[in-house]
């Protein structure tokens, strides 16, 4: 686990084992397909979620409203009181999603463990492939958006340009220099225009993940964003395709760095690349 100043959100493999059956604690599994991954092995007793289905809203391109995060809370065995540990499949990405939906709606205890699936089972901890219904469905109240966390299409035109506001570009490298709309391998269609926002760095999300699907150390992280000219007290606006990717690096330059001022563009180059008007860079 890295030494940082806020490293406390961030727990390891062997903590999660020794908490698993802690009342106060709840353990998610955040993934993708959940039929391919967590009902063929997860952390004994870890609810699974959805990214796509428990984790964005379900009728409009958008991050879940507040009655369907208290709904999903409230089924998963969580109240307002709970610690819950998030864990995640593609090196931890998921998982930094949904850590960062629900501070966006207010929940105070919240843990990542780090490296995710992939550390678990290389070091070949237990795993179960019973689905984990909880008995009771808990009472669970969500707190009003933080929406200082959040960055809107309109915030980013506000700000082009301005010093004081670096915009992140944390998707491949074909992607950054308008060759993909997606990732290599991934679904191509969806997104009308290649390239990316004007002015942005490109720090992709994944040099910040060492070999065993765990965070780089402090001292690393602080140099690859350094490097690029990000400073602490400037406003640093991470995105990538969907906001997931772009996440995992909000989550590095906050908690794990300590830099105050950090907001996730989660309409991200879907939203950009689809938009009559607005500027885009290309190589």
Same mark, same amino acid.
């Given at each position: ?85 998030? +864990? =995640? ?47 009771? &469905?808990?009472? +669970? ?43 290599? =391998? ?6 009308? &225009? ?46 990538? &395709?969907? =906001? ?22 989660? =309409? ?16």
């Amino acid at each position: 686990m890295p030494d940082s100043a806020v490293s406390d959100v961030v727990v390891s493999t062997q903590w999660v084992f020794e908490h698993l059956k802690d009342d106060s604690v709840v353990v998610v599994e955040v993934n993708a397909s959940l039929e391919v991954d967590y009902k063929t092995g997860h952390i004994p007793g870890a609810v699974g979620w959805g990214l796509h289905s428990d984790l964005e809203h379900q009728i409009r391109r958008d991050v879940p409203d507040v009655d369907q995060i208290e709904d999903l809370m409230a089924r998963s065995g969580i109240t307002n009181s709970t610690t819950v540990v998030l +864990y =995640g499949d593609g090196n931890n990405r998921s998982a930094t999603w949904a850590f960062w939906i629900l501070k966006y709606y207010g929940h105070e205890d919240l843990k990542l463990m780090d490296g995710g699936r992939t550390k678990w089972t290389s070091e070949d901890r237990p795993l179960s492939t019973k689905v984990t219904v909880p008995t009771k &469905r808990m009472d +669970y109240t969500g707190q009003s958006p933080k929406d200082e966390i959040r960055a809107t299409k309109q915030h980013i035109l506000d700000h082009l340009g301005d010093s004081e506001v670096n915009i992140v570009d944390t998707r491949t490298h074909e992607e950054y220099i308008g060759q993909l709309t997606s990732a290599p =391998g991934t679904d191509q269609s969806g997104i009308y &225009r290649k390239g990316r926002i004007p002015g942005a760095v490109h720090i992709p999300w994944d040099d910040g993940v060492s070999e065993d699907g765990s965070f780089k150390s402090v001292k690393e992280l602080q140099t690859m964003y350094e490097t690029q000219g990000l400073q602490p007290e400037q406003e640093i606006v991470p995105y990538c &395709r969907l =906001g997931v990717r772009a996440s995992f690096s909000w989550f590095i330059l906050k908690y794990l760095l300590g830099y105050e001022n950090v907001r996730n563009y989660d =309409g991200s180059w879907t939203e950009w690349g689809n938009s009559v008007g607005v500027p885009v860079e290309t190589d």
